[in-house]
């Protein structure tokens, strides 16, 4: 479970975060939604240790992030798997070599070990035939895949994802938004995923929370979104005109 | 302002490159690829530039030095001395800052840019010591092995084309080449070699470090790696000399 406890984070006069304060449950795909520039991604940023919060906590089972010191970081950071939009992949790897690089730098495992859990997780993103393949020989949506490959291949505890569908056709978006979900049941991990996609909505949202204007304006399952009255909240639900024919309906 | 706001950044930066391995396997299979890359890539420029350059300096001091009073064998000495000094430490420094300063700036503020470097940083992976710390060692490494292959190739450059265009006999020049050598000097350019490359490697590391942006800022760092470094090239080329030579 991560939680978060009154974050606020400003960058020179302009404050992008509110205190902020929400839980995120193990096991759930916790969703965070929002129109562009609200503040999703750097709360993110402020929850992984990549930007500082001014305010507030992170707590990570309870173990307060924000209050530990480097080297203690290290140790939570270890638990976590972490999707970025663009993937993110170390482009002078092959798309093996970036799944097994978390494990040659943080396990003892062997040449052979490596390789066995490597093919595994790539198995497991159904990827079974792009080992030897670059980065830049992928497309979009292997790219994500691969990315979750490399994310889970040392069994974090926590998966956060920035923008998993971010310039993938609506197909393969479902693909991985499923394949995020499944990997959250079957090793009970605490998922956060950042997202403005409905769809990804409707389908995997365990728990979503939506931030407006760099607060937390609500929070709710996948179901209460549809019958919400907060008015900001509809207008982001229903802006496509295939969602407003949808309510009226 | 700008100035100490760089330096602080610049030396706050270098603290987090100097800290301990996070794997020392990982560390050495990058040091030796960033051996290759910074300093085997490198030695075909170096070799170029270093024939040519000896046999431009040797042209040159034959004909500055044209009078009955002074010694043929003077173009030698003259040669070797601006070679092994000046030439091979300085000059193939400020190349090297454009073709590997420009290389390391664009490659980790692409990095950078496409989220890697945060990759790193959320892995709990100190990506300031992994990235930059194999740059920096392995140039200072091999930036004086560059240039020992310089100071050889430039001589010989100046005794070729000295004596296939007739300025200097051959006699002359090994005589001149030889006439009061002082081994010093090798320590001098060796030290100079390996200063310059720290500068090139640190600065132009900085400069991709903290990129923001894209594309078009990327390009920008990569420029700016280069003139940076060149520039302080220049300034601690006289600063040694000061220190080491007068």
Redesign the interface.
Known sequence: MIEVKNISKSFGERQVLHNISSVFEQGKTNLIIGESGQGKTVLMKCMVGLLEADSGDVLYDGRNFSAMSLKDKKTIRKEIGMLFQGGALFDSMTVEENVVFPLSMFTNMSEAEKRERANFCLARVNLPNASNLFPSELSGGMKKRVAIARAISVQPKYLFCDEPNSGLDPRTSIVIDNLIQEITVEYNITTIVITHDMNSVLEIGDSVAFIYKGEKWWQGTKKEILDTDNPELLDFVYASKFMKELRNK | MKLFYHFGRYFLLMKRVFTRP??I??FRIQLFRELDNLGISSLSIVCIVSVFMGAVVTLQMAYNIESPLIPLYAVGVAARDGIILEFAPTLVSLILAGKVGSNIASEIG??RV???I??L?????NSAEYLISPKIIAAVIINPILIIISIFLGILGGYVFGVLTGVVTHYAYIYGIQYEFRPYNILYALTKAGVFAFIITSVSAYHGYFTSGGALEVGRSSTKGVVYSSILILVFNFILTQLLLV
Not at chain 2, 121 to 125: A, T
């Open positions: 996070e794997k396997s990982a692409s990095m496409s989220e890697q945060d990759a940083e959320v892995m709990g992976i």
